[in-house]
């Protein structure tokens, strides 16, 4: 049975099958099971088996391929190319800027060139380090920079910079040296360089293009040479500006100019300015809006500033009125007791007015003089009659103030004055009517001896027919009776007890005599006595209230006309020229021009006419100035003087106007100004 059994299993089977088969390494059996057509599979492309019998492949790590199946391992990426992914059948090149060395761990990712070096093709096994005069200053670069002008290649040797290979950057020769023709390291050039100034001596003028142009020069006044400075960075000393390069100085040869307050100019490297944080401007000479120049000092301003000021201001005036009301009559009667203590007293504050005021204008007469800074805060801190109201009320805490302002505010005083004079002439001229009712026979008998005087014209000491007709007609019962030649002859003779004719005056007794008197046709009769004191009071009114206005307009003479004359004081700062008061005011522009007509009427029409009209009357009146209706007139020009020096007064202020004015230098710098602004038009 066994045989038969066998035969039939030898006609059943293939012959191939006759035995069991091993699937050899590099192969693997199918995962589908047994196939009579492929008993083994070859391992596909990138992967690999190492194993007899195997039942699947391993995929190619990464930095390693499989090109071909069947592979029983799987073979390193060669230099240059890398593999990051497993089961790849081939490494890919590495990019320019990168490399792959022979070592497995750099087969997977290809690595950068280090700043020094650089790789210009791809599948590089190395990186090459870049020469003497080049650089690389990034990571993967694929090629080498060289040096820009004036630089060298340097690397950092933990000291210090030094030339060499593989460089990563370039660096600025420093103190004027340049580098060599391969830029690998810096020498001393064949023309000046800041090595060759000295300390506290010189500074180095480097900016011409041409650097054989270059030199050391003597270092200005106002540089601070605490060491050597280059042209461009040439830091001013405190209290010293930098005049910039658009006011037309040569760039190569630094200028400065004295700040008008020193204080306010101090170097800040931070900010690269010399004015302090409150200050701004031409010279650092303005305070920035909200704060206020007290002094020499800009300090900042309180909530309501220019509220609290104008409520102190006329909270004094307010006083001061109401002082002198409530004291009026003993001031009266102080006066009339000490009349001519009064007048010497009066001429004493004159001294000391007139010597404030040319004290506290020496640093506009001398403004090349470097005055002492405690003396120039002193006078700017005591200046009280230096009239500026608006700088005075604080104004600048609000607004910008140039000193435009200034100058009409000292146009408006004059005129405030006058004005004030006329109002209160007008209201006490009101008054007077009662106060007249309340006179003494002793005030009217002064009011009518003042009445001879006054139509007295020619001083001769008698009334002739043509003055003596004119009182007729102010002073007569009738208003504004009109007398022919035969009435006035008539009422003369009658008066001076003589014969009509053609040549009878009036003395002073026969007036008085013929104004008691009064029968028919007598002066007494015709001339009311009531319009006579009338008249005189109003007269002598009005010319108390011109002498108190012409008093005050001759006090504030000397500062407003400064006011108009500074006006044309122009300072040069480099080839331009600023008013000396305000360095934000350029004479000879548009702006400068516009206001040109407001200071020309105050110098014209103030500071010129005053003088020249009371000086003319003066000497139009030089036979009788101290007669008693002149005297009335203007005697306060000269209450103490002898006769010959009644003109003293005049000479004064015409002194004062030429020394706080220089008006031959301010009209000079005007004409300058002028023709700038002509040509600029």
């Given at each position: 049975?066994?045989?038969?059994?066998f035969l039939?299993?030898?006609?059943?089977?293939?012959?191939?099958?006759?035995?069991?088969?091993?699937?050899?390494?590099?192969?693997?059996?199918?995962?589908?099971?047994?196939?009579?057509s492929?008993?083994?599979?070859?391992?596909?492309?990138?992967?690999?088996?190492?194993?007899?019998?195997?039942?699947?492949?391993?995929?190619c790590?990464?930095?390693?391929?499989?090109?071909e199946?069947?592979?029983?391992?799987?073979?390193?990426c060669?230099?240059?190319?890398?593999?990051?992914?497993?089961?790849?059948?081939q490494?890919?090149?590495?990019?320019?800027?990168?490399?792959?060395?022979?070592?497995?761990?750099?087969?997977?990712?290809?690595?950068?060139?280090?700043t020094?070096?650089?790789?210009?093709?791809?599948?590089?096994?190395?990186?090459?380090?870049?020469?003497?005069?080049?650089?690389?200053?990034?990571?993967?670069?694929?090629?080498?920079?060289?040096?820009?002008?004036?630089?060298?290649?340097?690397?950092?040797?933990?000291?210090?910079?030094?030339?060499?290979?593989?460089?990563?950057?370039?660096?600025?020769?420093?103190?004027?040296?340049i580098?060599?023709?391969?830029?690998?390291d810096?020498?001393?050039?064949p023309?000046?360089?800041?090595?060759?100034?000295?300390i506290?001596?010189?500074?180095?003028?480097?900016?011409?293009?041409?650097?054989?142009?270059?030199?050391?020069r003597?270092?200005?006044?106002?540089?601070n040479?605490?060491?050597?400075?280059?042209?461009?960075?040439?830091?001013p000393?405190?209290?010293?500006?930098?005049i910039?390069?658009?006011?037309?100085v040569?760039r190569?040869?630094?200028?400065?100019?004295?700040?008008?307050?020193?204080k306010?100019?101090?170097?800040?490297?931070?900010?690269?300015?010399?004015?302090?944080?409150?200050?701004?401007?031409?010279?650092?000479?303005?305070?920035?809006v909200?704060?206020?120049?007290?002094?020499?000092?800009?300090?900042?301003?309180?909530?309501?500033?220019?509220?609290?000021?104008?409520?102190?201001?006329?909270?004094?005036?307010?006083?001061?009125?109401?002082?002198?009301?409530?004291?009026?009559?003993?001031?009266v009667?102080?006066?009339?007791?000490?009349?001519?203590?009064?007048?010497?007293?009066?001429?004493?504050?004159?001294?000391?007015?007139?010597?404030?005021?040319?004290?506290?204008?020496?640093?506009?007469?001398?403004?090349?003089?470097?005055?002492?800074?405690?003396?120039?805060?002193f006078?700017?801190?005591?200046?009280?009659?230096?009239?500026?109201?608006?700088?005075?009320?604080?104004?600048?805490?609000?607004?910008e103030?140039?000193?435009?302002?200034?100058v009409?505010?000292a146009?408006?005083?004059?005129?405030?004055?006058?004005?004030?004079?006329?109002?209160?002439?007008?209201?006490?001229?009101?008054?007077?009517?009662?106060?007249?009712?309340?006179?003494?026979?002793?005030?009217?008998?002064?009011?009518?001896?003042?009445?001879?005087?006054?139509y007295?014209v020619?001083?001769?000491?008698?009334?002739?027919?043509?003055?003596?007709?004119?009182?007729?007609?102010?002073?007569?019962?009738?208003?504004?009776?009109?007398?022919?030649e035969?009435?006035?002859?008539?009422?003369?003779a009658?008066?001076?007890?003589?014969v009509?004719?053609?040549?009878?005056?009036?003395?002073?007794?026969?007036?008085?005599?013929?104004?008691?008197?009064?029968g028919e046709?007598?002066?007494?009769?015709?001339?009311?006595?009531?319009?006579?004191?009338?008249?005189?009071?109003?007269?002598?009114?009005?010319?108390?209230?011109?002498?108190a206005?012409?008093?005050?307009?001759l006090?504030?003479?000397?500062?407003?006309?400064?006011?108009?004359?500074?006006?044309?004081?122009?300072?040069?700062?480099?080839?331009?020229h600023?008013?000396?008061?305000?360095?934000?005011?350029?004479?000879?522009?548009?702006?400068?021009?516009?206001?040109?007509?407001?200071?020309?009427?105050?110098?014209?029409?103030?500071?010129?006419a005053?003088p020249?009209?009371?000086?003319?009357?003066?000497?139009?009146?030089?036979?009788?100035?101290?007669?008693p209706?002149?005297?009335q007139?203007?005697?306060?020009?000269?209450?103490?003087?002898?006769?010959?020096?009644?003109?003293w007064?005049?000479?004064?202020?015409?002194?004062?106007?030429?020394?706080?004015?220089?008006?031959k230098?301010?009209?000079?710098?005007?004409?300058?100004?002028n023709?700038?602004?002509?040509?600029?038009?």
């Amino acid at each position: 049975m066994l045989p038969f059994l066998f035969l039939l299993f030898q006609l059943q089977l293939p012959s191939n099958l006759a035995t069991c088969v091993s699937c050899g390494i590099g192969k693997y059996i199918s995962p589908d099971g047994f196939s009579l057509s492929r008993p083994c599979i070859e391992c596909p492309s990138g992967t690999w088996s190492d194993k007899f019998n195997a039942t699947s492949c391993t995929l190619c790590a990464p930095g390693k391929y499989g090109s071909e199946s069947g592979a029983i391992v799987c073979k390193l990426c060669l230099p240059g190319k890398r593999n990051h992914r497993t089961g790849q059948t081939q490494c890919q090149i590495c990019a320019p800027g990168r490399f792959s060395s022979t070592s497995a761990s750099s087969a997977v990712t290809c690595q950068s060139c280090q700043t020094g070096f650089y790789s210009d093709k791809a599948g590089q096994l190395f990186c090459h380090g870049c020469e003497v005069g080049m650089y690389t200053a990034a990571n993967a670069s694929i090629a080498c920079s060289s040096c820009p002008l004036g630089r060298v290649s340097v690397i950092y040797d933990g000291q210090y910079y030094a030339s060499s290979k593989k460089a990563v950057d370039c660096v600025v020769c420093r103190d004027g040296n340049i580098p060599n023709e391969k830029r690998t390291d810096c020498v001393r050039p064949p023309w000046f360089t800041a090595k060759d100034c000295k300390i506290g001596i010189d500074y180095f003028a480097n900016h011409h293009s041409n650097p054989m142009n270059h030199s050391c020069r003597p270092c200005p006044i106002g540089l601070n040479c605490s060491k050597v400075y280059n042209v461009d960075s040439c830091v001013p000393k405190d209290g010293y500006w930098r005049i910039p390069a658009e006011f037309g100085v040569d760039r190569n040869l630094p200028e400065f100019k004295k700040c008008p307050f020193p204080k306010d100019c101090k170097w800040n490297p931070a900010l690269n300015t010399s004015c302090a944080e409150n200050t701004t401007g031409n010279l650092c000479s303005t305070c920035v809006v909200g704060w206020d120049r007290i002094g020499a000092k800009c300090k900042v301003c309180r909530e309501g500033e220019i509220y609290i000021r104008l409520l102190i201001l006329l909270s004094f005036i307010a006083i001061v009125c109401g002082i002198l009301f409530r004291l009026r009559k003993r001031i009266v009667q102080f006066h009339q007791k000490y009349g001519s203590a009064w007048r010497d007293a009066m001429l004493v504050v004159k001294i000391f007015i007139n010597f404030s005021q040319i004290n506290t204008s020496m640093p506009n007469m001398l403004p090349f003089f470097e005055f002492p800074t405690v003396y120039l805060d002193f006078l700017s801190t005591f200046n009280v009659l230096d009239v500026d109201l608006l700088a005075a009320l604080g104004f600048q805490c609000a607004v910008e103030l140039d000193y435009r302002f200034s100058v009409a505010t000292a146009m408006i005083v004059p005129m405030l004055i006058v004005l004030i004079s006329y109002v209160g002439y007008c209201v006490q001229k009101k008054g007077l009517n009662s106060d007249i009712e309340e006179f003494s026979v002793r005030k009217r008998a002064d009011a009518l001896a003042a009445l001879f005087d006054l139509y007295d014209v020619d001083r001769s000491g008698c009334i002739d027919r043509e003055e003596f007709g004119h009182l007729v007609h102010v002073c007569s019962h009738r208003t504004n009776l009109l007398l022919n030649e035969e009435e006035v002859t008539i009422l003369m003779a009658n008066a001076a007890d003589e014969v009509p004719h053609s040549d009878l005056e009036l003395t002073r007794e026969d007036f008085f005599r013929a104004l008691m008197s009064r029968g028919e046709g007598d002066l007494g009769s015709v001339i009311s006595k009531e319009i006579a004191i009338h008249h005189v009071k109003v007269h002598e009114l009005g010319m108390s209230y011109i002498s108190a206005c012409v008093q005050l307009l001759l006090l504030f003479h000397a500062p407003l006309s400064a006011k108009g004359f500074l006006y044309f004081d122009c300072m040069p700062i480099g080839t331009r020229h600023f008013l000396r008061k305000d360095f934000s005011l350029e004479c000879g522009s548009a702006m400068w021009a516009e206001f040109l007509i407001m200071p020309l009427v105050l110098v014209v029409g103030f500071a010129f006419a005053i003088p020249l009209l009371l000086g003319s009357y003066i000497f139009l009146h030089k036979n009788n100035l101290h007669a008693p209706a002149t005297r009335q007139r203007i005697g306060f020009l000269y209450p103490r003087y002898q006769p010959g020096t009644e003109g003293w007064e005049i000479f004064e202020v015409v002194r004062k106007l030429c020394l706080t004015g220089r008006i031959k230098q301010y009209f000079g710098n005007a004409l300058r100004a002028n023709s700038v602004y002509q040509q600029h038009i």
